[in-house]
């Protein structure tokens, strides 16, 4: 079975500000990691993924994650947030055993002017 | 090109009626998921099918719930005696091969809201 846990349901940053995501997981098999990003009134859009080679992936909007996993975490980053990037952040993971994804509850990033 | 699609947008019932929920994916993709995802929750996975069979129904809550992909492509979420616990925005997702590498392209949704 696998869990994703995102600490943090709302996480309020000044623009221009970095901000950190925290998603933890669990799982007895190896993963594959997603973040999605779901803007007001739109559907659920991959941002990043990591499936295998460097720990460090980036999206093409300045967004990073890097996975972790002696921590088994899968963090998602920026140095300096956009009035823009406000929207519900969501961590996914599946496995090679099931191809569902499985969501942590979601993190809403308010980014205040 | 054209994304997942789904309709109706959105669904109003009284309980203890039947709905029906329909999902269009992208062209070409074998693999189409359906997910539940309640308020202030993230979505949880009902169904996936690969092709016109159903490959992993495990996360339906109960027999209420069908779900059909007769041709391989259109897919049908169906609820009967609906409840209000129902609630919710249904999800609908589909990828190229079904591999868990694979991004999964979700649609807008169906917002349904049982009375």
């Known amino acids: 079975a696998q869990s994703v846990t995102q600490l943090d349901s709302q996480v309020p940053v000044f623009e221009e500000a970095p901000v950190e995501l925290r998603c933890n997981y669990s799982s007895s098999v190896s993963v594959y990691l997603f973040w999605y990003v779901q803007y007001p009134n739109q559907g659920l859009q991959l941002l990043l993924k990591?499936?295998?080679?460097?720990?460090l992936v980036e999206s093409i909007n300045g967004f990073e994650a890097e996975f972790n996993k002696s921590q088994t975490s899968f963090h998602l980053r920026k140095p300096s947030v956009h009035i823009s990037d406000t929207a519900e952040y969501f961590c996914a993971v599946s496995g090679n055993a099931g191809n569902m994804l499985t969501f942590g509850g979601g993190t809403r990033l308010m980014v205040k002017p | 090109g054209a994304g997942v699609s789904q309709t109706p947008s959105n669904k109003v019932t009284e309980k203890g009626k039947y709905v029906e929920l329909r999902c269009d994916p992208i062209?070409?993709?074998?693999?189409l998921y359906w997910y539940r995802q309640s308020l202030g929750q993230g979505p949880e996975f009902l169904i996936y099918?690969?092709?016109?069979?159903?490959?992993?129904d495990s996360g339906l809550p109960n027999d209420r719930f069908f779900a059909v992909r007769p041709e391989g492509s259109v897919s049908t979420l169906k609820i009967q005696r609906t409840e209000r616990g129902d609630s919710a925005v249904y999800l609908c997702?589909?990828?190229?091969?079904?591999?868990?590498?694979?991004?999964?392209?979700f649609g807008p949704g169906t917002r349904l809201t049982v009375l």
């Open positions: 062209s070409g993709h074998t693999a």
């Open positions: 990591y499936l295998s080679g460097s720990t």
């Open positions: 099918f690969q092709g016109t069979g159903a490959a992993d």
């Open positions: 997702a589909s990828s190229t091969s079904g591999q868990g590498t694979d991004t999964q392209y």
